[in-house]
T-cell receptor
Framework: ETGVTQSPTHLIKTRGQQVTLRCSSQ?????VSWYQQALGQGPQFIFQ???????GRGNFPPRFSGLQFPNYSSELNVNALELDDSALYLC????????????FGEGSRLTVL | GEDVEQSLFLSVREGDSSVINCTYT??????LYWYKQEPGAGLQLLTY?????DMKQDQRLTVLLNKKDKHLSLRIADTQTGDSAIYFC????????????FGSGTRLSIRP
């Protein structure tokens, strides 16, 4: 148990729809990051939130957006879903400055048909 | 640039040692990690090493870091069937907090 929880665990959407994925960070962790893991690949960094603001972003288009709330929980929103968005979406939390202890949730598996 | 490379497959006999290798390109890396992923599951942090260390040992796991060659290895002693999984090497920069660059993973299979 990492203390990082994600929901939903699985979901199916159709192309063009929108999806919201949620993450509750481990207690005391003020930084949340999101990753996309396509089948057979390593996770790819999407973005990171610290103090409710995005402060780092990977090579993902603007239709990938996020939020962080005062309790440090976070959402990942993806608009205009494409087939290639099918992947495992992982959330990780850490206390800023404590980078060694970076724990991941179990992920949300998104299938886009 | 940022890149992490590792071989795709490794097969070892049960009871032998497994050594998984990784190379990275960013000399500014501060933390280097090994994560384990079992089928259908999330990422389990196995161990990590700070860039000013050469070695870290934790029970059956030994991590070696050669900063000059930008080479990281994970040795698993007395490999068991439960060690079958994909192992990811990863690096991060301190200033990037939780932005981690992952390799493509090494699939470890155990022969009886």
């Amino acid at each position: 148990e990492t203390g990082v929880t994600q929901s939903p665990t699985h979901l199916i959407k159709t192309r063009g729809q929108q999806v919201t994925l949620r993450c509750s960070s481990q207690s005391g962790h003020n930084t949340v990051s999101w990753y996309q893991q396509a089948l057979g690949q390593g996770p790819q960094f999407i973005f990171q939130y610290y103090r409710e603001e995005e402060n780092g972003r990977g090579n993902f288009p603007p239709r990938f957006s996020g939020l962080q709330f005062p309790n440090y929980s976070s959402e990942l929103n993806v608009n205009a879903l494409e087939l290639d968005d099918s992947a495992l979406y992982l959330c990780a939390s850490v206390r800023w400055g404590d980078t060694g202890e970076l724990f991941f949730g179990e992920g949300s598996r998104l299938t886009v048909l | 640039g940022e890149d992490v490379e590792q071989s795709l497959f490794l097969s070892v006999r049960e009871g032998d040692s497994s050594v998984i290798n990784c190379t990275y390109t960013d000399s500014s890396s501060t933390y280097l990690y090994w994560y384990k992923q079992e089928p259908g599951a999330g990422l389990q942090l196995l161990t990590y090493i700070f860039s000013n260390m050469d070695m870290k040992q934790d029970q059956r796991l030994t991590v070696l870091l050669n900063k000059k060659d930008k080479h990281l290895s994970l040795r698993i002693a007395d490999t068991q069937t439960g060690d079958s999984a994909i192992y990811f090497c990863a690096e991060t920069l301190y200033s990037s907090a939780s932005k981690i660059i992952f390799g493509s993973g090494t699939r470890l299979s155990i022969r009886p």
